[in-house]
């Protein structure tokens, strides 16, 4: 593991704590959602009305909602939703946007079309977007995940695009054609790990952004189901509460800030550290 | 445009959701469901939904909304005032914010006052709109008594109750651009400070601020004023939800209501009005370049 690049994400890390206090924060937010169950948690879907609106105490750790549900339970599983829903609509509209982007950095005559559709796509901001995607669709979580990807989606193309295009004029790559090689191959051997790093850090943006949407979609209703416990929708139940049980949306709404803080500052790092030009400047 | 409006169309039309079985309630036959459909135009082949839809576009009519049966265009302008004073005091308070906040820190790179700045950067991406709304709500509403906690003033029943009513909101809905303006800010500041000619203008004895002002931040203004129209995006979905929040009768209002009822005329007139709003200021933008960069000509 001596390579340069290795080396460099070392160093940059050790130069960069806050980065470091990002890993760990998410780090610990993954653990937090796989063991709920252990986490002395009780059922999150379980009423209890003589117990409603408990203030936070030892008994009901972040207190007890409307229903008489624990909201320290229903956050704790609310982390497994925002998580997965985050890490989901990277992973695809990072797969999807590099794909797309590949194929038209490279193959012109679909570059104009595709494009034209991009630029379509990316008029509409993409809260909006979601938002019309959801509000004509079954509300379901693959759903949400299907919504948010779809209006991730164009950014990341453009940035594919973009570095192929840069990249198709390297003396390398040109060699590359010139011998002869076969477009996948181009791709796979030339081309795409020079993208990986800037990628990488793209994903990281869209899991931030992809958990914040989640949670605007399920607070105005457009969301994840309520039977499902995510952080967005304990605060949308608790809209009209605010003002008797604030803790309700203080909860889950600073777990949410917190997490995306730390992807947040986790990107940042990543960003620095892969791109050392950058590093002193954003 | 043309692309826009066609993209909106498809995606509603190929979501699956049916407005009449909704519209119906839950006691309705299939029979009644169709009569539904078949007045609404719901039957008939893609194309000429999608003919019709742009021929009423073409002639200002973004169609009749299926629960109040009220046209689009007449919901929307009723509910307009609310949605455009907001994104506007928004958009100007965070302008008059940023920019500066972005300046200083790149003058002062490396000290507390550009970490300062950066920290608070990091964390107003991160705090989502109404999480950050119910804090300000919170603390100034309820614990200060300072500000109303909901509502909206028009702005003819006087200046300073509409003003109130909009301080909160405002800060809300701004702190995330003022977050994004700031680090563009920023970055592009401290690209034009290593450039030679700051350097001849501080060597020639220029005032600190008119260097600052008058040679770095004319130079570096199209990255800003790139991202400020790009930011709108964020202001259009954050307004949606800042008016939910502080139950401003807006066009966020309008478009919650219409997704909680699926009445999709006016869900297609919405994300079509905002959206053009979003490519008309970005083109704005595009002809500012002009004005700040005189090489660059249309």
């Known amino acids: 593991m001596a390579s340069p690049i290795w080396r460099n994400f070392k160093d940059a890390l050790r130069r960069h704590p806050t980065a470091i206090a990002g890993g760990v924060v998410l780090l610990a937010m993954v653990l937090v959602a796989l063991l709920a169950p252990w986490l002395g948690t009780v059922d999150p879907q379980a009423v209890a009305p003589v117990r409603r609106l408990k203030q936070p105490s030892a008994e009901f750790w972040f207190g007890s909602d409307m229903m008489g549900r624990d909201v320290y339970s ?172 604030g803790y309700l949306i203080l909860f889950p709404g600073v777990c949410l800030s917190l997490t995306v803080l730390a992807v947040n500052l986790l990107g940042d790092g990543l960003r620095d550290a892969l791109d050392p030009r950058l590093a002193r400047r954003m | 445009m043309a692309v826009v409006a066609f993209v909106v169309f498809l995606l509603l039309y190929l979501t699956p959701g049916d407005p009449a079985a909704i519209l119906a309630g839950d006691a309705a036959t299939s029979d009644d469901i169709r009569r539904i459909r078949e007045k609404l135009g719901l039957e008939e082949p893609f194309l000429v939904r999608f003919g019709s839809w742009v021929w009423g576009l073409l002639h200002g009519d973004l169609g009749v909304s299926i629960f109040t049966n009220l046209p689009v265009t007449h919901l929307i302008a009723q509910r307009i005032e609310p949605t455009l004073s907001l994104t506007f005091c928004t958009l100007v308070v965070a302008v008059l914010v940023a920019v500066p906040l972005g300046v200083v820190a790149a003058a002062r790179a490396g000290t507390w006052v550009d970490r300062a700045v950066m920290a608070f950067s990091v964390a107003g991406f991160s705090v989502p709109v109404f999480v950050l709304a119910y804090i300000l709500i919170l603390v100034f509403s309820i614990q200060l008594d300072w500000l109303p906690v909901q509502g909206y003033r028009p702005i003819r029943e006087g200046l300073w109750q509409w003003a109130r009513h909009l301080v909160l909101p405002s800060a809300a809905l701004g702190t995330v651009y003022i977050a994004l303006i700031a680090r563009m800010t920023r970055a592009s500041m401290l690209d034009v400070l290593a450039q030679d000619y700051v350097r001849t203008a501080q060597a020639k004895g220029l005032a600190p601020g008119a260097v600052l002002v008058g040679h770095a931040l004319k130079n570096a203004a199209v990255p800003i004023a790139t991202v400020i129209g790009i930011g709108i995006a964020l202001l259009i979905g954050g307004a949606i939800v800042t008016e939910t929040v502080f139950a401003l009768p807006g066009i966020g209002r309008l478009t919650v209501d219409a997704i909680l009822r699926r009445d999709y005329p006016i869900i297609q007139g919405v994300v079509l009005i905002f959206s053009a709003a979003y490519v008309l200021v970005n083109l704005a933008v595009d002809l500012s370049y002009m004005f700040f960069d005189p090489r660059i000509r249309y």
Do not use: K
Not at chain 1, 225 to 241: K, L, V, Y
């Open chain 1, 74 to 245: 229903r956050v704790l599983y609310g982390a497994r939703v925002s998580l997965s829903i985050g890490i989901a609509v990277a992973l695809f509209s990072t797969l999807a946007g590099l794909a797309i982007g590949l194929v038209t950095g490279f193959v012109r005559w679909l570059d104009a079309v595709v494009m034209r559709v991009m630029d379509g796509l990316m008029s509409i901001p993409p809260v909006l977007l979601a938002i019309a995607l959801m509000a004509l669709t079954r509300a379901s979580m693959e759903n949400v995940i299907l919504a948010i990807t779809l209006a991730e989606t164009p950014r990341v193309v453009r940035l594919v695009r973009g570095l192929v295009l840069t990249l198709r004029d390297e003396p390398y790559v040109v060699a590359a054609v010139a011998a002869g090689s076969s477009l996948p191959r181009i791709l796979l051997r030339h081309v795409l790990p020079n993208i990986v790093a800037p990628l990488l850090v793209q994903a990281t943006y869209v899991c931030a952004s992809a958990m914040i949407t989640e949670a605007i979609l399920s607070f105005i209703g457009a969301g994840t189901p309520p039977n499902i416990p995510s952080w967005g929708n304990i605060m949308a139940e608790a809209r009209s509460m605010f003002q008797i049980a």
